[in-house]
């Protein structure tokens, strides 16, 4: 406790104990933890002292705030006046060390007690739980059971709670305590199945959990939001409206979590008609303008591609901070309006926001998706001016910027700056050089960071087939397209297949890039032909280029872009006839190439 609490004072009103208790629990059940153990100074400065009624509320209103230097003097204050052996004081004092993250005091305490109850018991299982350590909270599960103590409902929960993380439990053990819950006949019981409910969608069991759900005699909205939950972790948003409709059928009352699963499964299916709707019963509830839920109507509004409807949700807003301008701006930049996203980023620091990493880094991404130069350096400019902390994510974005306004060097200056790289950056830097045509820089780069212990995605190996194919390094492509499957497990996209086809193509091995092309899933097929049909028209291959053109007529033929190659393919061998055939049929099917422009 702080000082000030034990320092000598006159003039308190003398009022039984009972009836300080009542004003500890009182502030305790109301939340007002630091009130809780000021009231406890006056109590003392007043000449009296707690009791085992007492200490339990003082440790849990410690434990609420984490005050591990509060909790420790109230525990001195305790054996002083003779309750260190109380179970109650005792139990409560094993759940504030853990809470306060102090496991070891908390199984200090545990394993001095003389008596212990069930409580006890669950308050050592739960704080193994709450940090993590799963076996050893599975053991003294085991050693409660064989003392005789029957685990309850708390047990389970906190067993549940512990095991139900992929990264510290297993899906086996998981399976072993629901069997110990059919013994006990607890399956059924509420709060245990929304633990076992939160455990098989973590595993990504959602069949396993449906059944639980299903078996639930009394869900609560905790049971309805864990099921909402796990069809959005697992990408089923149809089951996640089927869900919610369910719920209101059942006259479940609705609060921000649902709504906030539920606008995230619109945002995934971006239909207007849906958002609306939501939006409609969002306002009728009340709960529009309660955080994050303004954020994520936002986000909905710029993914179903109406920002009149976003914008009108932020003006409407009362209070602006720095996540709803974030939405707002990183919805009009993602939708390809980079000059209004600035202009809102102004906005914002006109309004004494100042630009968090995310917001920085979204006005960045918009400056180079502007390909204006002029603003890439007034960005700069800014970030020097306003001494802005640029952290990884800002780092990547600027490097970004940089490779897409022509500036390498700078885009070189900021990576080799950065303290700590992530993937991001290692594959916005190797992207960079992939575009410039520096193939034997980007491998090297690859091979720099594999030192590092960083383990490449699809989109590193993305970037550098893309270097392979616009550096000419056909053998590098190659075992790259090959190693990437053996060494990772990473699956060839389109755009994988897409580059292997370039690598072949521009290299004049027509007849393997044809092979990888039949080769290859059917539904990547279409946009492989373009990159060979090209190379067809650079190595003269009239044969290969009709082959080409008979397949991409099939599965794209409003696409001007390839009759100009297969006019031009014909154009280079001489065929002028066959040449103006092709090009009266872009006359006569109304396609017209788009005109290239430039932005700088």
């Not at 709960?287 to 409807?309: A, F, R, T, V």
């Not at 603003?375 to 990884?392: F, P, T």
């Not at 500036?407 to 410039?436: C, H, P, Q, T």
Request: glycine residues 8%; neutral net charge; hydrophobic residues 45%.
């Amino acid at each position: 406790m702080q000082a000030h609490r034990f320092s000598p004072s006159s003039g308190f009103i003398k009022r039984p104990l009972y009836l300080w208790n009542l004003m500890i629990r009182s502030s305790v059940n109301g939340g007002f933890f630091a009130e809780t153990l000021e009231t406890y100074s006056f109590m003392r400065h007043s000449g009296i002292h707690g009791n085992n009624f007492t200490f339990p509320l003082l440790l849990k209103a410690c434990a609420n705030l984490a005050s591990i230097g509060d909790g420790t003097m109230l525990h001195a204050h305790l054996i002083r006046v003779g309750f260190e052996t109380d179970i109650f004081v005792q139990t409560s004092l094993v759940d504030m060390y853990s809470k306060c993250f102090d496991l070891a005091s908390s199984r200090q305490v545990f394993d001095e007690m003389s008596m212990r109850s069930v409580i006890s018991w669950n308050s050592m299982i739960a704080a193994y739980s709450r940090a993590f350590r799963v076996n050893e909270g599975f053991k003294l599960f085991r050693e409660m059971w064989g003392f005789g103590f029957e685990p309850n409902s708390s047990t389970f929960v906190s067993l549940l709670s512990g095991f139900a993380n992929p990264v510290h439990g297993s899906l086996f053990q998981c399976l072993l305590i629901q069997g110990c819950l059919t013994k006990f006949r607890l399956q059924n019981d509420t709060p245990v199945a929304n633990s076992l409910m939160k455990m098989y969608v973590n595993f990504g069991q959602i069949d396993a959990a449906r059944s639980v759900f299903y078996a639930i005699g009394g869900k609560t909205v905790i049971s309805w939001t864990i099921m909402l939950g796990g069809y959005l972790k697992s990408g089923a948003v149809a089951e996640v409206f089927r869900i919610f409709s369910q719920m209101r059928l059942n006259n479940v009352v609705l609060d921000k979590v649902v709504f906030v699963d539920i606008i995230s499964s619109c945002i995934q299916l971006g239909n207007l008609l849906l958002a609306s709707s939501l939006h409609s019963l969002l306002l009728k509830i009340g709960l529009n303008s309660e955080d994050p839920i303004g954020c994520l109507l936002i986000s909905m509004y710029s993914k179903c591609g109406d920002h009149l409807s976003a914008r009108a949700v932020f003006d409407m807003l009362p209070e602006k901070g720095i996540f709803l301008w974030t939405s707002v701006i990183s919805g009009y930049a993602n939708a390809g309006y980079p000059g209004e996203a600035l202009h809102l980023f102004t906005m914002a620091t006109q309004n004494n926001i100042r630009p968090n990493g995310a917001m920085l880094a979204t006005a960045v991404s918009a400056c180079a998706d502007s390909g204006s130069l002029s603003m890439c350096k007034e960005m700069e400019a800014y970030i020097q001016l306003n001494g802005v902390a640029v952290d990884c994510q800002v780092s990547t974005s600027l490097i970004h910027m940089y490779c897409k306004c022509e500036s390498i060097k700078k885009a070189e200056g900021v990576f080799k700056s950065m303290i700590s790289r992530d993937l991001a950056a290692w594959s916005a830097m190797m992207n960079g050089y992939a575009v410039y045509g520096m193939g034997e820089e980007a491998i090297n780069l690859f091979h720099e960071m594999r030192r590092t212990g960083i383990k490449p995605d699809a989109s590193v190996y993305a970037s550098i087939l893309l270097a392979c194919s616009h550096s000419g390094l056909v053998e590098d492509g190659l075992n790259h397209f090959k190693n990437m499957q053996l060494d990772f497990g990473i699956e060839p996209t389109v755009e994988h297949y897409t580059c292997l086809v370039d690598i072949l193509s521009r290299a004049g091995h027509l007849e393997l890039a044809l092979n990888a092309i039949q080769e290859m899933p059917a539904q990547f097929q279409a946009q492989a032909w373009v990159p060979f049909l090209s190379a067809c028209r650079t190595y003269c291959d009239v044969e290969l280029g009709e082959v080409a053109n008979k397949n991409i007529s099939g599965s794209n033929p409003g696409n001007p872009v390839n009759h100009v190659l297969v006019a031009n393919l014909y154009t280079s061998v001489g065929k002028w006839k066959e040449a103006a055939v092709v090009r009266s049929l872009i006359g006569d099917k109304g396609l017209v190439k788009e005109p290239g422009c430039s932005q700088l």
